[in-house]
């Protein structure tokens, strides 16, 4: 398999770019929640701090709650991961406005880069192998539109899908291992909640 060669800050930008109020947007603690701030923090961003593996099941009461918004929600394939079951509600409620992106670095990257589950293995019976590929059990869950994005010419179709595509769909973007510097949005939750809460509601 390729070694990845996106690099995650500058692929959500392209994802966020002009995010007007029709655009919910949810992030996985960690990384995914550095990257959507770098991007430009906005009150219609809700970084679930420490919420590891309640961002799919949290995009998704958004997006039942809020059926004429776009939701989308950014995460990172640990936080997938611990969150799997999520998918199934998914596409059991199969709402139309949302949408699901992982960054999948193959690494648990707030408790020191470890491997994931999506990395190749190489201590099974066999001397390595793929790991868990997330969009096909996505697709076992009855998420009929799911995907893998690898390279960079994929990336001008992945935000489109991510931005106007009926869903729910999915979609795993293989991104870089990189060493990148905290970009951080406000870390008091009842901020973040109120904020969101007044930009969507018009009030606190």
């Known amino acids: 398999m390729s070694k990845a060669t996106l690099q995650r800050r500058p692929l959500v930008k392209k994802v966020l770019a002009g995010a007007d109020d029709n655009l919910l947007v949810l992030s996985g603690l960690g990384s995914a929640t550095y990257d959507i701030t770098e991007a430009g923090d906005r009150p219609l961003n809700m970084p679930l701090w420490g919420a590891m593996g309640a961002t799919v099941p949290m995009g998704l009461g958004l997006a039942l709650a809020q059926p004429a918004k776009r939701v989308l929600v950014i995460t990172g394939d640990g936080d997938m991961l611990m969150g799997m079951g999520s998918l199934a509600t998914v596409a059991t409620q199969q709402p139309d ?5 992982v960054l999948d670095n193959e690494k648990f990257g707030e408790t020191g880069n470890q491997a994931t589950h999506t990395s190749p293995r190489h201590n099974g019976p066999t001397e390595s192998g793929a790991g868990t590929d997330l969009s096909v059990i996505a697709k076992g869950c009855g998420i009929a539109d799911t995907g893998i994005v690898r390279n960079e010419s994929e990336v001008a179709q992945l935000v489109k899908d991510l ?7 999915f979609r795993v973007a293989k991104v870089m291992v990189e060493k990148l510097g905290f970009v951080m949005p406000p870390q008091d939750g009842a901020h973040l909640k109120d904020r969101f809460r007044q930009a969507l509601l018009g009030r606190p």
Request: net charge positive; aromatic share 0%; proline share 8%.
């Open 97 to 101: 406005n949302l949408a699901i992106l």
């Open 163 to 169: 931005r106007t595509k009926k869903g729910p769909i």
